[in-house]
């Protein structure tokens, strides 16, 4: 069965300390398309039309290079996979610039978190945490999610092995520690000593779909995002809104040792991934160029 290769494909690549969250549920859903159809192997005339069923074009396209990378995998050692053509849905090869909130965005989408139901339950305030330390400390959602109760120091967040097998240290804003602790507290109450920092109802690690859904559903609701299929904020731009006003609030002079530190704080593997924040807001593209026109000045006799 295919699923069985899935599995495979999925321990090794994790073994080499990829998360691939959305690429499991992905690639598991093409295996069932390919139960379906009564085939144990990749064809790619299935792949091209369980792709097809996403909502736009840069979804479709995601979905089929998920599983031509699947399928370069296991072709290797059983050429009845076919591997599917590239192109098939080929979407402009251009990172995509995040939605940054503006601060009232923000506190809604915070707000509105800490109004979910069921009423008197621990969830409105385990995503209002949760939402709010993604926002002002500018973690990847991986990272909050594998958040444990013994990585809230005194000295910050413990972020344990994650993207690049990095650790690192963050301390957040003294509100925002604050808040942490207000949640353990009310978290101990209800869900006892399960060691995941944010849980379910059923007092199980919080899942990445679930977290996901919740969010768009909020966003949704504040009409700061259109129906499935449509572009709009995602959950990871939090982090980025993080990263782009911390850059914009610093003086200019000192840009390039903020963005040092700031690459640290995220932990990015390489400066240059900080560097990309530079060009994503008007008043971050003033900066440099007037940055640029003063040293052309300077250098004119």
């Known amino acids: ?31 069932g398309a390919s139960a379906e159809q009564s085939d144990p192997h990749i064809r790619s005339a299935t792949a091209i039309e369980w792709a097809a069923r996403a909502p736009s074009a840069r979804q479709k396209d995601r979905r089929l290079k998920t599983v031509i990378r699947f399928a370069r995998h296991v072709h290797a050692e059983d050429d009845r996979h076919e591997i599917p053509p590239a192109e098939v849905f080929a979407a402009p090869r251009r990172r995509r610039l995040p939605h940054i909130f503006e601060p009232e965005e923000v506190a809604q989408v915070i707000g509105e978190a800490g109004r979910l139901g069921p009423t008197g339950s621990l969830r409105p305030y385990t995503y209002r945490t949760l939402f709010g330390l993604v926002a002002s400390c500018g973690l990847r959602i991986s990272e909050a999610l594998a958040l444990q109760i013994d990585d809230v120091t005194s000295d910050g967040l413990l972020i344990r092995e994650t993207k690049f097998r990095k650790s690192r240290l963050v301390p957040p804003h003294d509100s925002t520690a604050q808040e942490v602790q207000r949640y353990l507290h009310r978290r101990r109450q209800v869900a006892g000593d399960v060691s995941h920092l944010f849980v379910s109802l059923r007092h199980q690690p919080l899942a990445y779909p679930t977290t996901v859904s919740t969010f768009l559903a909020i966003v949704r ?51 240059n991934d900080t560097y990309w924040y530079l060009q994503v807001t008007p008043r971050l593209m003033t900066n440099i160029a007037d940055a640029c026109r003063t040293l052309f000045e300077g250098e004119v006799p």
């Open 1 to 31: 069965m295919l699923i069985q290769a899935v599995d495979s494909y999925l321990d090794l690549r994790r073994a080499s300390g990829f998360q691939l969250r959305v690429e499991e549920g992905l690639l598991r859903d093409f295996a």
């Open 221 to 271: 609701k504040l009409g700061l995002r259109g129906p499935p299929g449509e572009p709009g904020p995602r959950l990871h731009d939090l982090r980025h809104t993080f990263a782009v006003r911390s850059l914009e609030g610093c003086p200019r002079d000192e840009v390039a040792s903020h963005l040092l530190a700031l690459s640290t704080y995220l932990g990015h593997a390489k400066v």
